[in-house]
């Protein structure tokens, strides 16, 4: 009996997870709803209140919980603004309140309208899918008659006071491919669940085996109780008939009532079992019969997903062929139209040119005919100095021969020094022994540059850095190797693995280096050379996992493993940033050289965990001014996209950085020397 109830149990709970099941188009889409939220920024609005600003509110207008769920696990330990996320259920348009964002569910597309007239006032994010009869939209996926998968309406966006980050609409791209890849996880997905299905089949099989066996003893049992049941009559006849005759045996009789007695209780509980197996196989055969009609309905629904995937694979392929067909026609559209303006435009310029040209013909002719007299009496002169300006023009030559000479011999020495400086830096077979997962963006401004990084196994620790010299090109390039040179002189020299003494040994090597005096006076330091560098010095006990870091100007960052990050202790100089996933531990407000107030570098100790991210650098990508107003790209946007992407690979982090800073800069010049170093734990 318990076994039974053991199996219901199974099959309901299994039942309701087919049911709630969750697709892989759902979980792009929640994602993605996520990054609309990181890459567009809210202008304030005065119509909202404080209270509804104070956490990041996505709002979900829906019959279906699904979506809601989803977002909810998604955005749990997630920020958004260095917010908090709360998703809130609207099943009613009446229900809808203010929400920075609102995805509105496909069983309420007929509703978009009157949702759009009710959010007209708020700052609000509205974001669709599949609608069809509202052409007002902001985002919306699987837009009408259109090859993308997501449609973004930028100027919807601004009239309603947000701004769309560049990075919006490569994440929308990054949505087609999510799509592409969406289809060969379902079909893993497809065949995982029809391997559960068959197993689900022979675990029925083993118990209809079980069933039948049973079947097959109670129909045993029931043939031997009715022989004695035969038997038993057989007796009372011969009682009845004896009873006239041998009133004698009177008391062999009442021995023998007495036995059958016994025997008819025996017989009576052995009756009992009987029925109450029966009963508990009517139950099994009604189980069978139910589990044996589950598999049916789940056998056609995986036959019927199997054919709506082929028909979405052809309609996918269709698609991209069409598309492709498309960006060869607009290719060639644009080489023309280019070749059109280049002539029309050299056609333009030539006419003015010409008319230009043709204005001063006459007025030279004017002059020519009053100097024609003028010119041949200085013919003779000019003649005479015609031979003293052949000279000078040999001795031009002469010289800028030398110079293109010297520039040439200037450039080359500036490569060879490139290829010496890059000889400093750790190469790919040093690189294979770091024991962590890892990437360098490194982006010199010139050929040469002034910052670095640099690392050091010692057996039970692991030393790395990224530096920012004084200056950059070939003065920071001579700045960077020293720098190199002295760390390498105070990891030998120091004891003990510690990052504060190793900078502090490091300091005195340059001052020693350079010739720099100590102190006496500000105005001794004013007349004093300011050469040294920025720095941020991590080691890592490679059996404990214990880092500790010191810094000179340059920060480091922590993203923790899990999205909630733990408590870490307030300090005057360890402060959390306002996301909670990520650390920023500040180094010393002085630099690696002299300053005016020159004190021992402090030493920071974290406990790290396994899958924790590290990311140390210079100041040149938030320095880099560009974007659409030509601003400074800032700390703030690295933070960002450093929390966005830091449970992915380092490869692609990487990838993301440079693709971020390439964008942002643009047609401007680089301003500095770009170095991030990142690593897992």
Known sequence: ????????????????????????????????????????TWKKNKSVSSIDTEKFNIGVLSKDTSMYYLLKGICKWRLIKWKKIDVKLFSDISDVRYVQVLYVGRDMNPFVPEVDSIISLWPTLLITDSCQNYSNLMINFFPKNSIKKVEINEDVIKSRGMKCSPLLFTVAKKYEEDWEGMFRESEIQLAIEKELVSQQQRILEEKGKEIRLKESQISQL??????????????KLLLHKSQLDLKEKILQISEK???LA?????????????????????????????????LDDQKSEIDGQQELINDQKKVLSTTLENMKKQQLVMYFLGVVILLIGVLAFSIYRGYKVKKKINSALKKKNVEIFHQKEEIQSQRDEIEAQRDEITAQRDTVINQKRQIEFILSELTDSIHYAGRIQNA????????????????????????????????????????????????????????????????????????????????????????????????????????????????????????????????????????????KAKEVKREENLALASSLALIEVKGDKMPIGLHVHMEPFRTHTIKLEKGDSLYIFSDGMADQFGGPKNKKFKYKQLKEILIANSYKPMAFQKEQLETAFISWKGKYDQMDDVTIMGVRV
């Open 1 to 40: 009996m318990y076994r039974l109830v053991a199996i219901l149990l199974v099959l309901i709970f299994t039942g309701s997870s087919f049911a709630q099941k969750i697709t892989l188009q759902d979980r792009i889409i929640a994602e993605h709803i996520y990054n609309f939220g990181v890459f567009v």
């Open 222 to 235: 029931s043939a031997s109780i009715s022989e004695k049941e035969k038997h038993l009559e057989e007796q």
């Open 257 to 259: 009532s007495k036995v």
């Open 262 to 294: 016994s025997q008819k209780s025996v017989i009576a509980g052995q009756e009992k079992e009987i029925t109450i197996k029966k009963q508990e196989l009517l139950l099994q055969l009604k189980e069978y019969e139910k589990q044996k009609k589950i």
């Open 424 to 563: 400093i830096l750790p190469t790919k077979a040093k690189w294979a022994t770091f024991p962590f997962e890892h990437f360098v963006m490194y982006h010199p401004r010139d050929i040469i540059s002034g910052d670095f990084y640099w690392f050091e196994n010692t057996g039970k620790h692991i030393v790395f850095c990224v530096a920012d010299c004084t200056g950059h090109g070939v003065p920071g390039a001579f700045m960077s190797m020293l720098g190199v040179a002295s760390l390498y002189d105070a990891l030998k020299e120091v004891k003990e693995i510690d990052p504060g003494i190793i900078l502090d040994r490091t300091r005195d090597y340059l001052l020693n280096a350079l010739q720099q005096d100590a102190i006496t006076d500000n105005q001794q330091y004013t007349r004093s050379v300011k050469d040294g560098m920025d720095i941020a010095l991590c080691t890592i006990n490679l059996e404990t996992l214990e880092l500790k870091y010191a810094g000179a100007n340059n920060p480091l960052y922590i993203v923790k493993a899990e999205a």
